[in-house]
């Protein structure tokens, strides 16, 4: 991802960019350079632009085979990060949100992503 940012933007300037690219955008320093991870759900990808016009995937479920891929990754993220994002207060609302959902719930959404990221479920619309 980092080479490409530098390839596709002329003025990306690499000091800048890195900890931008990898430290914001993928979370990679843990939280050190950005005061919230880059994260968001199929909702707000569907709010916010035109890709998910078409796609077969409801950005409104979490888990299930008609979950957006998206919404499933967010949720997941949340959960495997819930002790780092809940010191942060601009994480406050999200990670309360993840408190209300049961156990059975936050174990469909591992399960799924867990698929999504071996690649049995397909992250492309159709």
């Known amino acids: 991802m980092h080479a490409w940012y530098l ?8 000091w800048v960019e890195l900890p931008n690219t990898l430290g914001m955008s993928q979370f990679a320093d843990g939280g050190f350079m950005a005061s919230k ?7 707000y990808i569907q709010r916010m632009s035109p ?8 950005p409104a479920q979490r888990s299930g085979d ?10 997941d993220f949340l959960m495997r ?7 942060n207060p601009r994480m406050a609302l999200q990670v309360k949100n993840l408190a209300r959902l049961t156990a059975e719930q936050k174990q469909a959404v591992a399960d799924r992503a867990g698929a999504i990221r ?5 992250v492309a619309h159709a």
Do not use: I, M, N
């Open 7 to 14: 390839a596709v933007y002329g003025d990306a300037v690499e």
């Open 37 to 43: 991870p880059y994260v968001a759900t199929g909702k």
């Open 51 to 58: 890709h998910c016009k078409g796609c077969r995937y409801d």
């Open 66 to 75: 008609q979950a957006c891929p998206f919404t499933t990754l967010y949720w």
């Open 81 to 87: 990060h819930e002790p780092l994002l809940a010191k």
């Open 118 to 122: 071996s690649g049995q479920v397909g």
